[in-house]
Antibody, heavy 117, light 107 residues
């Protein structure tokens, strides 16, 4: 069965970077884009961008450009999202999700990133 | 960017009620539209895609309708497990955007 398993919670200081991993199983990893979506405490869903595991191409929401990078390691079917220049308002649960071309059909369990001095 | 306006943002209902949630897009998104359910502490779960296609395994009491710029999610008879927050999403263009959410609570 399809699964996306993410890395654990992180606590970071303002200005630091965080790297969240998302390990896929149960399907051909290179066949589907991986998107990243975040959710601040008590708030809605915010789309961050995608990566094409087959080519490594990426596309980011404008507000994250220059601060985010997305990579994959196809040898272990893993995707990574790194966000730099962390601020307190980056405190959120970060999700990876598989794009089956009609929305996001499978999601990771979420990784809480807390930014605090 | 395409804005999605969901209404209501909060809904109080009883088991067995018929519930309707609306999502309005700021421009025509054809049928590139999905609905998700999210329970506290859990990731969103896809319910409906292509505006009206029920994902396999989702109960038939969930129904999506609409196209263009106005969409509706209807739950025909609310069950205890349906109390959650519902989000709409457009995938017609980038950036992908979500509605603000509708929290369905027990009356």
């Amino acid at each position: 069965q399809v699964q996306l398993v993410q890395s654990g919670a992180e606590v970071k200081k303002p200005g630091a970077s965080v790297k969240v991993s998302c390990k896929a199983s149960g399907y051909r990893f290179t066949a589907y884009y991986i998107h990243w979506v975040r959710q601040a405490p008590g708030q809605g869903l915010e789309w961050m961008g995608w990566i094409n595991p087959n080519s490594g191409d990426t596309y980011f929401a404008q507000r994250f450009q220059g601060r985010v990078s997305m990579t994959t390691d196809t040898s272990i079917s893993a995707a990574y999202m790194e966000l730099g220049g962390l601020r307190s308002d980056d405190t959120a649960v970060y999700y990876c999700a598989r794009d089956f071309r009609d929305g996001f059909d499978y999601w990771g369990q979420g990784s809480l990133v807390t930014v605090s001095s | 960017d395409i804005q999605l306006t969901q209404s209501p943002s909060f809904l109080s209902a009883s088991v067995g009620d018929r519930v309707t949630i609306t999502c309005r897009a700021s421009q025509d998104i054809r049928s590139y539209f999905a609905w998700y359910q999210q329970k506290p502490g859990r990731a969103p779960n896809l319910l409906i895609y292509s505006a009206s296609t029920l994902r396999s395994g989702v109960p038939s009491r969930f129904r999506g309708s609409g196209s263009g710029a106005e969409f509706t999610l209807t739950i025909s008879s609310l069950q205890p497990e349906d109390f959650a927050t519902y989000y709409c999403q457009q995938y017609n263009s980038y950036p992908r955007t979500f509605g603000g959410g509708t929290k369905v609570e027990i009356k």
